[in-house]
């Protein structure tokens, strides 16, 4: 996605902190001040209590060093301490130099109504432009329409489409797809799933049934497992998590609806906390509103 769009599309989060910001460099204080209202500024933006303290000390260490304290320089170190967080959460550690890095299979995961179908249209129209050929498993076979709604997708980004039957065994649907990705040699395998509450022990029995049928019928192929989050649930998208890591190793983030909060600061406490990387934004509802994460781009977007 160009800058500038996405620019745009974070705007609310934007607006927020610089009416904050300028706001204190705007008054003739010490940097130290300055300093302790920015923390201030960070938690109530949703960054979070730990991670806005740890961003603020490292720039009260940093500081110390510069000579030029003006509020220009100041904001740039915050910024360089932001990324700093951003960039520090290490993908999943699997080996995949014997891989064929070319392929991968996706399994999309998460609560009720994140985002997750919407995620994975957009994300086969960017496979899709990257001329690979792409194969969707429509493994919600839980919620009424959850399945059609997937084939529009599959239609939309020019895809094809594992179809399940209603109330079908999500993990039989990702058998399938499984083997139709290997018989016809697709690129990428994107497996929808139906949303879950992580507290729920069936359903997340059902997860682990799903990842377990994958990594058993194929190998040497990249697995992610990318959970879906909504930035609108602020912090609590952090607690929704814990068990789905534990069940699906979880490898990256999908952080969606970030055009639609002014608390975009929580990805900083995401990274942080959970010390898994974003991978991709959703910013919007249409099929081009979705980019690979840059930790620069977004600091420089919001800030
Ligand atoms: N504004 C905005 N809306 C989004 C974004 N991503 C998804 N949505 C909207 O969120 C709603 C739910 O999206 P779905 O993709 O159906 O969510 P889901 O996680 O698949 O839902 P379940 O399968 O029911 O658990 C839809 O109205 C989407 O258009 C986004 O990045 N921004
Ligand atoms: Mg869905």
Same mark, same amino acid.
């Given at each position: 996605m ?13 607006e927020a902190?610089?009416i ?9 204080k ?5 300093i302790?209202? /920015? ?7 949703d960054? !979070?209590?730990? =991670? #806005?303290a740890?961003?603020?000390? %490292? $720039? ?25 967080i951003?960039d520090?959460?290490k ?7 014997n ?5 991968? /299979?996706?399994?999309v995961v998460?609560?009720?109504?994140v !985002?997750k179908? =919407? #995620?994975?249209g957009k994300?086969? %129209? $960017?496979y899709?432009m990257?001329?690979?050929r ?5 493994a919600?076979?839980f ?18 489409i594992c179809?399940?039957k ?8 990702v058998?399938e ?7 016809e040699?697709?690129?990428i ?8 509450l992580?507290?729920?022990?069936n359903l ?25 989050l ?16 534990e069940?699906?190793q ?12 002014a ?16 991978r991709y934004?959703?910013?919007g509802?249409k099929m081009e ?15």
């Amino acid at each position: 996605m160009f800058f500038s769009k996405l620019k745009e599309n974070l705007k609310k989060t934007k607006e927020a902190f610089d009416i904050k910001l300028d706001n204190i460099f705007g008054q003739n204080k010490d940097y130290e001040q300055i300093i302790d209202e /920015i923390e201030e500024v960070l938690i109530l933006s949703d960054v !979070g209590v730990n =991670t #806005s303290a740890k961003i603020c000390n %490292n $720039l009260r260490k940093s500081i110390k060093s510069e000579k030029d304290r003006s509020s220009e320089n100041l904001k740039k170190l915050l910024k360089d301490q932001m990324v700093e967080i951003l960039d520090r959460a290490k993908a999943n550690s699997t080996n995949y130099e014997n891989y064929d890095r070319a392929k991968q /299979i996706i399994l999309v995961v998460g609560v009720n109504g994140v !985002g997750k179908t =919407t #995620s994975i249209g957009k994300l086969a %129209n $960017l496979y899709r432009m990257q001329g690979k050929r792409v194969l969707l498993a429509a493994a919600d076979t839980f919620r009424a329409g959850a399945i059609d709604q997937l084939e529009i997708w599959a239609n939309r980004s020019d895809s094809d489409i594992c179809l399940g039957k209603p109330m079908e065994d999500p993990a039989s649907v990702v058998y399938e797809a499984v083997k139709k990705f290997k018989e016809e040699d697709y690129d990428i395998l994107i497996c929808d799933t139906a949303g879950r509450l992580h507290n729920k022990k069936n359903l997340m029995d059902e997860l682990e049934k799903i990842k377990r049928i994958i990594d058993k019928n194929i190998s040497n192929v990249k697995e992610e497992v990318f959970i879906v989050l909504d930035s609108t649930t602020g912090q609590n998208a952090i607690l929704q998590v814990k068990n789905f890591f534990e069940r699906t190793q979880v490898s990256g983030i999908i952080l969606t609806k970030l055009d639609s909060t002014a608390k975009g600061g929580v990805v900083l406490s995401i990274v942080d906390e959970l010390n898994i990387p974003i991978r991709y934004i959703g910013t919007g509802e249409k099929m081009e509103d979705i980019s690979e994460f840059s930790s620069v781009d977004f600091v420089d977007s919001i800030i």
